[in-house]
């Protein structure tokens, strides 16, 4: 299988402090991949790197075989961050069109309209975005992220903050977004999710990778303990 | 796909103006200009009818061929209008008055006087009116009636020290619009756009909008919504203007000021080239500000001292309406803040040199172009400091 994602000993120093010691791992296109480690393992700053946020100190982190760039890339990428906004003060709808035509989509209107009735916002389409709730905001930020039926989803702690109804929305899209053939990558704390959703994951600890391989791999590797307590045998107990 | 550049250039002009502040200025300022000048008007209605004042010193000679006054006043001189004129420029006359035969029909006098850099309306013209109306017979002639009651016209004709018509103020003209406008801009836009930068770290938007947008399209299209603003506002400052003009053009001070406007296309190109790269280096400059400021509350401590640099320059007025520019002018023109009021204020009293508005137009550009292309790598690698600190400027 192709990889979509290619991370090659990549190092991230910021001043005298290492973040990332020394990083490889490829994504395949179409799978659902978790990236896990505690906070402040690098997790975040690996996926900032790779859309191009952060510059390596060293190694290469490559989308379809080049660095990303999103006005010159054939991969539609939707990236869902941890810390994510929009124009609050813009209406619900002004932000969906704004998005969907930076996006490239023929009828962002369209597409707007439809994806308001989904999650059942129709009726806040002209409410300013600060009018709205923090999880129907939360609801207008993943049809931001998916809008442009991405071939690679990246979403950093997707249901930080989620209420179980938008949980259930984010599950649906994602296992929506896998069947259209689109790899995902996931960064969570919660193990059930990895071990119900994932085919393969990376465990990061101190900059560098503990365990990666498919589901099955890592927990052969680990005595066939189970992803949450390989997650606590990594990191001794340490206080997350 | 569509433009992504004109895509985050249409977002930010339209949300500009669907805000109620936008509009409340775009009224507000051209009211404002139309109150100043009714009220100038006024003024210069006020001042005509106090007189002119000259002193006891001052040469006046008149060459009266309608035959209004007495042949042995001593303000008489059976000269022409040309040699009256060259008196005027070779100092032997202050104010030459040449009252032609159909005076009478015409109500017409000419005024000739040596003009002293931008002078809009020389008073001393109405001087005329005065010896005239002290100069009628007992027994009023259709003249005397005509000298007594001072309704005719006094053609006011500038001469410059080597005998040319002087045209300083018609030169100005262009450069002192331009420097209107671009003050304007800075002062009414350039906040707004520093504000709209910060807007994506505060509100924690930059990471998703740079993954669907290249920042140099973003900073630049930011930009670009703002000179569009800029434009509507210009052209509501224009549009009452213009009206004013084309309403009191029979008024002497507008018929003035219309009569010796200079329209020169290369000063009109190399003005409007001034403005735009000047609004892109201080433009550039306060996006750069925002790129390195996380919030707004941060970033706005720095909009009153850039303000200041660029408006430097008119605490300087009188350095620059010198003839011969200091050693402190010249470096006004060329720092980069200050350049661009420096260069239009040179232009507006024809102290500029076309080689030094060459260097300053380049330097400009250049550094507009330096200055954008720092803010977008600064945007770039600052625009998920969520948290920059800024030790200096928070210690109290």
């Known amino acids: ?240 | 796909m569509s433009n992504p550049l004109w895509t985050v250039t249409k977002f930010e002009f339209v949300r500009q103006v669907k805000k109620p502040s936008f509009w409340a200025t775009i009224i507000l300022i051209p009211a404002m200009i139309i109150g100043m000048f009714l009220i100038s008007m006024l003024i210069s209605n006020n001042n005509k009818a106090e007189g002119p004042t000259i002193d006891e010193n001052t040469k006046i000679v008149v060459t009266d061929e309608a035959g209004i006054l007495p042949k042995e006043s001593p303000l008489v001189a059976k000269i022409t209008k040309e040699e009256g004129s060259k008196k005027v420029v070779d100092g032997e006359i202050d104010l030459y008055f040449y009252i032609p035969a159909d005076f009478k029909d015409t109500k017409k006098v000419e005024f000739y006087h040596v003009s002293e850099g931008l002078e809009l309306f020389n008073m001393d013209g109405q001087a005329i009116k005065s010896i005239l109306s002290q100069s009628v017979s007992p027994k009023f002639s259709d003249l005397d009636v005509l000298a007594l009651t001072g309704n005719f016209e006094v053609n006011d004709n500038k001469l410059t020290k080597t005998g040319e018509e002087s045209k300083a103020l018609g030169h100005a003209v262009i450069p002192i619009i331009v420097l209107v406008i671009f003050f304007f801009f800075v002062t009414l836009f350039g906040s707004r756009l520093l504000m709209t930068v910060v807007e994506e770290k505060e509100n924690r938007i930059s990471e998703m909008i740079l993954t669907t947008v290249s920042t140099k399209h973003l900073i630049v299209g930011k930009i670009f919504s703002m000179m569009l603003l800029g434009l509507i506002q210009i052209m509501t400052l224009i549009i009452p203007v213009v009206a004013m003009a084309i309403i009191y053009k029979d008024n002497p001070m507008v018929s003035m000021i219309l009569s010796q406007i200079v329209i020169d296309p290369i000063t009109i190109i190399t003005n409007l080239a001034l403005l735009v790269f000047s609004i892109f280096l201080t433009t550039g400059f306060l996006t750069y500000i925002g790129t390195i400021t996380p919030t707004a509350k941060d970033a706005s401590q720095f909009i009153g001292p850039v303000i200041i640099g660029v408006v430097f320059p008119l605490y300087f007025m009188s350095a620059f309406m010198a003839t011969e520019p200091s050693g402190f002018v010249y470096f006004l023109t060329y720092f980069p803040l200050s350049a661009p009021t420096a260069l239009m204020l040179r232009s507006a009293f024809g102290t500029l040199t076309t080689p030094e508005l060459i260097i300053g137009l380049a330097e400009i550009a250049i550094l507009s172009a330096i200055v954008i292309r720092f803010t977008v790598k600064s945007f770039q690698q600052n625009a998920i400091n969520f948290s920059l600190s800024l030790p200096k400027l928070r210690k109290k």
């Open chain 1, 1 to 240: 299988m192709k990889n979509i994602v290619e991370i090659k000993h990549f190092r991230m120093d910021f001043g005298k402090k290492t973040i990332i010691k020394d990083l490889s791992f490829e994504v395949r296109a179409g799978e659902i991949f978790g990236f896990l480690g505690s906070n402040g393992s690098g997790k975040t700053t690996t996926l900032r790197a790779l859309l191009g946020f952060y510059t390596p100190t060293s190694g290469e982190l490559l989308i379809d075989g080049k660095k990303y760039d999103p006005e010159d890339t054939d991969v539609t990428v939707g990236y869902l961050p941890e810390e994510r906004g929009l124009y609050k003060k813009e209406t619900v709808m002004d932000n969906l069109v704004y998005f969907g035509e930076l996006k490239g989509l023929k009828d962002p209107k369209g597409w707007a309209e439809k994806y308001l009735k989904r999650v059942k916002l129709e009726d806040k389409a002209d409410l300013k975005l600060e009018k709205l709730s923090g999880g129907q905001q939360q609801k207008i930020q993943l049809g931001v992220t998916i809008m442009n039926n991405p071939k690679l989803l990246i979403l950093d702690e997707p249901t930080k903050g989620f209420d179980p109804m938008n949980r259930r929305l984010l599950m649906e899209i994602i296992e929506e977004a896998h069947q259209k053939g689109a790899a995902i990558i996931m960064i969570t704390h919660y193990m059930d999710e990895v071990e119900k959703l994932c085919d393969r994951a990376i465990l990061l600890k101190d900059g560098v990778a503990h365990a990666y391989g498919t589901i099955d791999e890592i927990k052969k590797q680990h005595k066939g303990k189970s992803l949450e307590q390989i997650f606590i045998d990594v990191y001794g107990g340490e206080d997350e």
